[in-house]
C-alpha cells in the first residue's frame, strides 16, 4: 500500500496539512519581516518616511524579503536533515538495545502500555507479539517513549521550499501599497489593512487545514503577528524621537 496516496485520498490529508507548521510559520515571518520595515520608518516619522521615498522602502522590504525567506528556507531544510539525523540515531540505538537488553527493554514496553491503561495480561500479550518483530517494536518506542515521529515520510527541502514560498507569498503583502502610492500617512494605513488582511488570510488558510475553531486560528494569528507588527511600530517611533 502507497501509504501516502492513502492517507490524502482516504484521510483527506494534502500537502497543506503535511506542510502547514512551515506554510504558517513562513507566512507570519514574511508578514511580519517586511511589515517591520513599514512600521519602523512610519514610526520614526511620517516625515522621515516622505524623504526616503517609495523606491527605498520597497529595496529595504524587498530585500529582507528576500534574504530572510531565503535564511528561513535554508534553515528549515537544515532543522529537517537534523531532525532526521537524529531520529535515525536514536532508532538504531534502540534496536541495539532490543538485540542486546532484552529484558529492560520488555520492561519499558510494560510500563509504557501500563501508562496507557492497559491491563497486566494484555500488556504481556502486546509485548510479546511486538518483541517478534523488532523493527515494529523500535517504532513503538519511538513514538511512545522518545515521543518522535518518524520524519523519513517528508523531505527536508521540499519544507524548506515550502518555507520560503510562504514567507515571500505573503510578506509581499504589506508592500503592496507603497507599489502604487508615495510613502505617506495614507499609504501606511493601507499597509496596515493589508498585514492585518495577510494575518486573516494566514489565520484561515491555518483553519482550513487543521478543520480547528475558525475564530480560534484567526484570532490566534492576528494577535501574535499584530503584537510583533506592534513591536517594530515602537522601536521606530523611539529611535526616531531621538
Known amino acids: 500500500m502507497d501509504i501516502i496516496k492513502h492517507r490524502r485520498e482516504a ?6 496539512q503535511e506542510n502547514l507548521r512551515q506554510i504558517v510559520y513562513g507566512g507570519n515571518d514574511g508578514i511580519v519581516t517586511t511589515f517591520a520595515v513599514v512600521a519602523g520608518f512610519a514610526g520614526a516619522g511620517a516625515e522621515g518616511a ?11 522590504g524587498l530585500a529582507n524579503l528576500f534574504a530572510d525567506g531565503t535564511a528561513m528556507g535554508l534553515g528549515e ?12 540515531a536514536t532508532r538504531s540505538g534502540e534496536i541495539y538495545r532490543i538485540a542486546h537488553h532484552p529484558d529492560e527493554e520488555r520492561a519499558e514496553v510494560l510500563a509504557l502500555l501500563r501508562m496507557r491503561n492497559l491491563n497486566d495480561h494484555d500488556a504481556a500479550a502486546l509485548a510479546e507479539q511486538l518483541e517478534k518483530h523488532p523493527e515494529l517494536l523500535a517504532d513503538f518506542m519511538m513514538s511512545y ?26 510578506g509581499i503583502i504589506p508592500l503592496t501599497p507603497y507599489f ?35 475564530v480560534r486560528c484567526v484570532l490566534e494569528t492576528v494577535s501574535i503577528g499584530g503584537v510583533c507588527a506592534l513591536v517594530a511600530y515602537i522601536v521606530g517611533w523611539w529611535i526616531g524621537g531621538w
Open 50 to 60: 516622505a524623504q526616503i521615498g517609495t523606491l527605498a522602502v520597497l529595496l529595504f
Open 145 to 170: 517513549e522518545f515521543g518522535m515521529a518518524n520524519p523519513d515520510d517528508s523531505n527536508p527541502a521540499i519544507k524548506g521550499l515550502h518555507t520560503f514560498a510562504s514567507f515571500v507569498f505573503f
Open 77 to 88: 531544510f537544515l532543522s529537517s536533515r537534523s531532525e532526521r539525523d537524529i531520529y535515525r
Open 180 to 214: 502604487v502610492s508615495e510613502p505617506t500617512e495614507r499609504t501606511f494605513y493601507l499597509s496596515i489593512l493589508a498585514t492585518a488582511g495577510a494575518l486573516t488570510g494566514l489565520g484561515l488558510l491555518r483553519w482550513q487545514a487543521s478543520k480547528e475553531s475558525m
Open 11 to 16: 484521510h483527506g490529508i494534502g500537502g497543506i
